[in-house]
T-cell receptor, first 114, second 115 residues
Framework: NAGVTQTPKFQVLKTGQSMTLQCAQDMNHEYMSWYRQDPGMGLRLIHYSVGAGITDQGEVPNGYNVSRSTTEDFPLRLLSAAPSQTSVYFC?????????????FGPGTRLTVT | AQSVTQPDIHITVSEGASLELRCNYSYGATPYLFWYVQSPGQGLQLLLKYFSGDTLVQGIKGFEAEFKRSQSSFNLRKPSVHWSDAAEYFCAVGPSGAGSYQLTFGKGTKLSVIP
């Protein structure tokens, strides 16, 4: 298994540009989520999904959009990038099994907005 | 609402010394508790987790953590630190049982190891 993969690893955007961060997992996990990590802030939840066609907002959803058309993929869209969205973005997945509850993280995407 | 506090932003220890990283949580019931480690430029890796039962849990890489309900704490320990343990450590809390898998993370503790 490749686990959780994210592309790209690095990205530089200009203010106002849009882009999609890709996340895919091959473990058939129902639950997927996006976090952003900023220095001294830990990880903050942006959006999450409990299955195909079902998404919901986390702690910091403004400026981001998600969709979940398949179990495997959970892309994160930045509609109009702002410097405040400069961050490292992590995707994670977990099976909907309370006996497991472990989130598996991707390697991250480092985004800079100028 | 659940929350996690990691009081130490940065800790420096000598190689071979013991380590304790502190974590305090706020949650209405018994939560699920986790410790993750992040090496520079990498994603997060689970070190250990507590769901129920024995309050002392063992994890990977020689780490252990103790759940203390009375103190709302879940401190991470290692008896002898290796240089490769230098990383950032995150404590996280999640709701127990089925139905919600959202984790709340602390702000992290960066560990430096002096050779």
């Amino acid at each position: 298994n490749a686990g959780v993969t994210q592309t790209p690893k690095f990205q530089v955007l200009k203010t106002g540009q849009s882009m999609t961060l890709q996340c895919a997992q091959d473990m058939n996990h129902e639950y997927m989520s996006w976090y952003r990590q900023d220095p001294g802030m830990g990880l903050r939840l942006i959006h999450y999904s409990v299955g195909a066609g079902i998404t919901d907002q986390g702690e910091v959803p403004n400026g981001y959009n998600v969709s979940r058309s398949t179990t495997e993929d959970f892309p994160l869209r930045l509609l109009s990038a702002a410097p405040s969205q400069t961050s490292v973005y992590f995707c994670a997945s977990t099976p909907l099994d309370p006996g497991i509850h472990e989130q598996y993280f991707g390697p991250g995407t480092r985004l800079t907005v100028t | 609402a659940q929350s996690v506090t990691q009081p130490d932003i940065h800790i420096t220890v000598s190689e071979g010394a013991s380590l304790e990283l502190r974590c305090n949580y706020s949650y209405g019931a018994t939560p699920y508790l986790f410790w993750y480690v992040q090496s520079p430029g990498q994603g997060l890796q689970l070190l250990l987790k507590y769901f129920s039962g024995d309050t002392l849990v063992q994890g990977i890489k020689g780490f252990e953590a103790e759940f203390k309900r009375s103190q709302s704490s879940f401190n991470l320990r290692k008896p002898s630190v290796h240089w490769s343990d230098a990383a950032e450590y995150f404590c996280a809390v999640g709701p127990s049982g089925a139905g919600s898998y959202q984790l709340t993370f602390g702000k992290g503790t960066k560990l430096s190891v002096i050779p």
